[in-house]
Nanobody
Framework: QLQLAESGGGLVQSGGSLRLSCVASGRTRVNYDLGWFRQAPGKEREQVSCFSRNDGITYYTNSVKGRFTISRDPAKNAVYLQMNDLKPEDTAVYYC??????????????????WGQGTQVTVSS
C-alpha cells in the first residue's frame, strides 16, 4: 500500500509563503499521480492542485491560480506545493492525495486511494 506523508505547514502572515512537501513510500512502483486537497473548518474538502506524471499537466482550483505552484520530483517520490501571496482564506488542513491520474479538471481518485495525515496551514490577517 502507498503511504503519503506531508510536511511544511505552519503559521504565516497574509502575503507570506509556505512550501508543502509530500513524500510517498510503500508501493511506490504503482503508477499514480499526486495532488493536494484542503479542508477549512466547517467546510467540505476541496481539491487544490495536482500534477500528471505522464505529460506534466497541472490542475489548480481557481482561487489559487497564479499564487500556488505544484511540482514533482520522481526520484524522491515527492510532490511539492509552493504557496505564495497567502491569504487568510487559504487557512485549512492540507492533505496530500494519490490517484490514478491528474486530468485537466483535477485528480481522479477512487474510494480506497490513499490520503496523507494532513498539515495545518494558518494565515493571519
Amino acid at each position: 500500500q502507498l503511504q503519503l506523508a506531508e510536511s511544511g505547514g505552519g503559521l504565516v502572515q497574509s502575503g507570506g509563503s509556505l512550501r508543502l512537501s509530500c513524500v510517498a513510500s510503500g508501493r511506490t512502483r504503482v503508477n499514480y499521480d499526486l495532488g493536494w486537497f484542503r479542508q477549512a473548518p466547517g467546510k467540505e474538502r476541496e481539491q487544490v492542485s495536482c500534477f500528471s506524471r505522464n505529460d506534466g499537466i497541472t490542475y489548480y482550483t481557481n482561487s489559487v491560480k497564479g499564487r500556488f505552484t505544484i511540482s514533482r520530483d520522481p526520484a524522491k517520490n515527492a510532490v511539492y506545493l509552493q504557496m505564495n501571496d497567502l491569504k487568510p482564506e487559504d487557512t485549512a488542513v492540507y492533505y496530500c492525495a494519490a490517484g490514478p491520474a491528474c486530468a485537466a479538471y483535477g485528480l481522479i481518485r477512487y474510494e480506497d486511494d490513499p490520503w496523507g495525515q494532513g498539515t495545518q496551514v494558518t494565515v493571519s490577517s
